[in-house]
């Protein structure tokens, strides 16, 4: 006991470490039983008809990737099997690229999708104050959105945003956001509150509670929740099974750190 009072509180950090490398190395996969908000994420983008149109809005940078991209890549990959229409815009330049890389990895697995950009998807980019061109994109998607995708391309030739002129519910069934900070709000007061269009949010973990008041006044229709979320998500759609990986970990964690809790006060009501 004498040992385990002085024992340097580094060699629990590195205990931490090794669960969570191992929990990679060995991973434990974890598929959580579904709850109510992501079944009813779910049957939303399930209940699609082939080439109803989704717009995706991502505002999550790299150091939300681990978290963030197994759920969007999850949505995507459901929207992709639905023959959904798919109109990604980003919050920032960075998250532009991450939907870009998430829906690359998509696309290659469908061939529709692979070699369909400007018909069955296409990603805006982002624009300098974002929040006035989600606002405008509600008139009119291309001009909001200057005229161009991401890469400069024109989007006056593409047939996506020639069937799918604005932001509303004349056109588009569903509307996302994946967020690791406050970019939900814009989707509700900009596009949700005024068009009536469903809007589903996508958020890490610490960040769903702030998102409970807006799905208790009906202003959300579902939230995705972190980690967990993505797992339910991925097993109800039958997309690759990524993040139960993390849930895996993190259970494998947990479970660590209460055992160091209850050893620590085993040795400490010692005399």
Same mark, same amino acid.
């Given at each position: 006991?004498?040992?385990?009072?002085?024992?340097?509180?580094?060699?629990?950090?590195?205990?931490?470490?090794?669960?969570?490398?191992?929990?990679?190395?060995?991973?434990?996969?974890? +598929?959580?039983?579904?709850?109510?908000?992501?079944?009813?994420?779910?049957?939303?983008?399930?209940?699609?008809?082939?080439?109803a149109g989704v717009f995706v809005y991502v505002e999550y940078g790299l150091g939300s990737r681990e978290e963030m991209d197994p759920m969007l890549a999850a949505?995507?990959? $459901?929207?992709?099997?639905?023959?959904? $229409?798919i109109v990604i815009a980003a919050r920032s330049p960075e998250a532009s690229q991450v939907a870009e890389?998430?829906?690359?990895?998509v696309a290659a697995r469908d061939p529709a999708y692979a070699k369909g950009y400007g018909q069955t998807w296409v990603n805006l980019g982002y624009r300098p104050a974002p929040d006035v061109a989600l606002r405008a994109a509600t008139s009119g998607i291309a001009a909001a959105?200057?005229?161009?995708?991401?890469?400069?391309?024109?989007?006056?030739?593409?047939?996506?945003?020639? +069937?799918?002129?604005?932001?509303?519910?004349?056109?588009? %069934?569903? +509307?996302? %956001?994946?967020d690791s900070g406050d970019g939900f709000a814009p989707m509700i007061y900009y596009v949700g509150?005024?068009?009536g269009l469903p809007v589903i949010i996508g958020a890490i973990s610490?960040?769903?509670?702030?998102?409970?008041?807006?799905?208790? %006044?009906?202003?959300l229709a579902a939230v995705i929740a972190g980690?967990?979320? +993505?797992?339910?998500?991925?097993?109800?759609?039958?997309?690759?099974?990524?993040?139960?990986?993390?849930?895996?970990?993190?259970a494998m964690a947990a479970i660590y750190v209460l055992a160091v809790m209850l050893l620590g006060n085993l040795v400490a009501r010692r005399p």
């Open positions: 006991m004498t040992a385990l009072r002085r024992l340097d509180r580094r060699w629990l950090y590195l205990g931490v470490l090794l669960i969570t490398v191992a929990a990679a190395v060995w991973p434990l996969r974890i +598929a959580p039983r579904p709850t109510r908000e992501t079944r009813t994420a779910f049957d939303l983008a399930q209940a699609l008809q082939p080439g949505v995507l990959g $459901h929207l992709a099997d639905r023959g959904a $229409h890389t998430v829906m690359g990895g959105y200057n005229e161009v995708d991401y890469a400069g391309r024109p989007l006056a030739g593409m047939p996506i945003l020639q +069937a799918l002129r604005a932001l509303n519910r004349t056109y588009f %069934a569903l +509307a996302y %956001a994946f509150t005024p068009t610490m960040e769903v509670p702030l998102l409970q008041p807006y799905l208790a %006044a009906g202003q980690a967990r979320g +993505a797992a339910e998500y991925e097993a109800l759609a039958g997309q690759p099974r990524r993040a139960d990986v993390l849930v895996g970990a993190s």
